[in-house]
């Protein structure tokens, strides 16, 4: 099980930097809660991005990898709320796929800091698919990505 999430922490790290892309579209920080791990994030413009996580799953005691498609959306000054699209699996003693639409708030720090961080906390809720149809999930948490 270790070995999997280590081979799923690396596979999240390498599509965050695999890309050729400029600074600040992509970047990669943390997030606690549940899941807890590895965030990676990539800006497709002003109002969209995806992310990744490789996270450990307290209540499943499972290894999940998430992604989503995100809008984004200014609130006032550097906060934001987002919302969008994804998909979670779950590999444990079985695999599990849930879809979730996470809908959060986001805080640009740059311009407090002078460092390209972002903050955030999400909700996600989600039903899984498969293996049993129609069963909820809530995932939530807060974490930071700092952008290259």
Request: glycine fraction near 12%.
């Amino acid at each position: 099980m270790k070995k999997i999430f280590v081979i799923l922490i690396l596979v999240v790290g390498l599509m965050a930097f695999s890309m050729n892309y400029s600074a600040s579209e992509k970047g990669i920080g943390a997030i606690g809660g549940e899941p807890s791990g590895l965030y990676g994030r990539y800006n497709l413009d002003n109002f969209t991005f995806v992310d990744a996580t490789a996270a450990w799953s307290y209540f499943g005691s499972h290894v999940t990898v998430t992604a989503n498609y995100n809008l984004v959306n200014n609130l006032d000054g550097d906060l934001y709320y987002r919302y969008g699209a994804g998909v979670t699996v779950g590999l444990g003693n079985s695999i599990s796929v849930s879809v979730r639409v996470p809908v959060g708030l986001e805080y640009d720090l740059e311009n407090l800091i002078d460092l390209p961080i972002i903050i955030f906390a999400d909700v996600a809720p989600g039903i899984e698919i498969i293996p049993d149809m129609a069963r909820f999930h809530i995932y939530g948490g807060t974490g930071f990505v700092y952008f290259f």
